[in-house]
């Protein structure tokens, strides 16, 4: 399976400053779900939503979480925003571990961190005003009250690209691209530090989503936010973030820089996502395409998870390491990360290694 020719990304977003620190760091993460129903008392099985990730996120970056639906991209969304508590591992904002907070701790770190969902009309309530969906974050954790909320709603508005006057309107009065602005300003209103972005543009007509993308740059680089954006979209990640995680089956497999990433995949799950994209280059090389669904989560495959779809592994002939050994993350260079026997060496073209378990 040959590597898909990628040309050099043009990033919307600019590079980070280098003095920019850890702001999240996640070590061996993982949710379990209980199967419903009994069987002889205890539960018929448990499922695997995430198993065992370690990421860092560094302050004022963009962080790319990519993966087919299904692989553990929301859930690990949710544990970072305590919506979910985690089954083991930790997580660290700003060197708390916040999987123990609680109270005014929790509180405060609910500050810290926003949300802005895929569907920002199910997202807003249609009961409410927008000046008071805007506002509600301000009430339960400011003293804004009268008119310095209303001050306040107005300028987060404003700094969206809204008019202000148009507070009083309900969520149905405006467009897709309208609403996401709104569900914006209010994931903005308290100054977070850190913003999960799931899907935030997948919603919306390909005709506006380009604006919402730069309306997000540009609060990034005015606000200096960290976001976390959880995306399938490889083109969308291409141009918007710093690093790139490629979760496959509650698993990363592989973890790079963006321009390590895009020039050259160590993966061949990774490989398979890029040559899925849409391309009018007609000298793009053809690469076949994954086939076959996401490994079960409540049945997982033995060895490497990806074995039973992969394209490269069909290639070698099978070899036994695939069926019977998980790999583990190995460093290809420059801190690329690729958990595959057979990775990509960086910088080089693939290379047909020796089967691990073949000696």
């Not at 770190?109 to 969902?117: D, I, N």
């Not at 390491?321 to 290809?332: G, K």
Request: include cysteine.
């Amino acid at each position: 399976m040959t590597s898909p020719t990628v040309s050099a990304p043009t990033p919307l977003v600019p590079a980070p400053a280098s003095d920019g620190g850890p702001l999240l760091r996640v070590e061996g993460l993982s949710k379990h779900f209980e199967l419903s129903g009994k069987r002889n008392g205890r539960p018929k099985g448990m499922v695997a939503a995430v198993d065992g990730i370690s990421f860092t996120i560094t302050e004022g970056t963009t962080c790319a979480l990519v993966g087919e639906s299904g692989c553990g991209k929301s859930t690990t969304a949710k544990l970072i925003l305590l919506l979910e508590r985690p089954t083991a591992g930790g997580i660290w904002f700003g060197g708390t571990d916040i999987t123990r907070l609680g109270g005014s701790d929790l509180l405060k770190y609910r500050r810290s961190v926003q949300a802005v969902f895929q569907d920002p009309y199910s997202s807003l309530s249609p009961r409410m005003r927008v000046g008071d969906i805007i506002g509600e974050p301000l009430r339960i954790h400011t003293d804004l009250r009268g008119k310095a909320m209303a001050a306040r709603v107005g300028e987060l508005l404003e700094q969206v690209g809204l008019n202000p006057a148009k507070a009083s309107y309900y969520p149905h009065q405006f467009s897709g691209g309208q609403r996401q602005r709104i569900a914006i300003a209010r994931a903005i209103s308290l100054n977070p530090r850190l913003i999960v972005l799931d899907e935030p543009v997948s919603a919306l007509d390909v005709s506006i989503r380009a604006q919402i993308l730069n309306l997000l740059v540009d609060l990034q680089a005015e606000l200096g936010l960290t976001y976390l954006l959880i995306s399938h979209d490889l083109a969308i990640v291409e141009h918007m973030s710093h690093q790139v995680l490629v979760m496959y089956a509650g698993r990363i497999v592989e973890s790079a820089e963006q321009p390590d990433l895009y020039s050259t995949p160590g993966h061949p799950y990774t490989r398979a996502l890029m040559a899925a994209v849409p391309s009018i280059d007609p000298d793009r090389p053809l690469v076949d395409i994954v086939r076959g669904d996401i490994a079960d989560p409540a049945n997982l495959p033995s060895g490497c998870r990806f074995h039973p779809r992969c394209p490269l592994r069909l290639e070698l002939g099978k070899p036994p390491a695939c069926e019977e050994t998980d790999p583990a993350l190995l460093d290809l260079g420059h801190g690329h990360l690729a958990a595959c026997h057979f990775a990509q060496a960086h910088d080089r073209p693939l290379e047909i290694l020796e089967d691990p378990l073949a000696s």
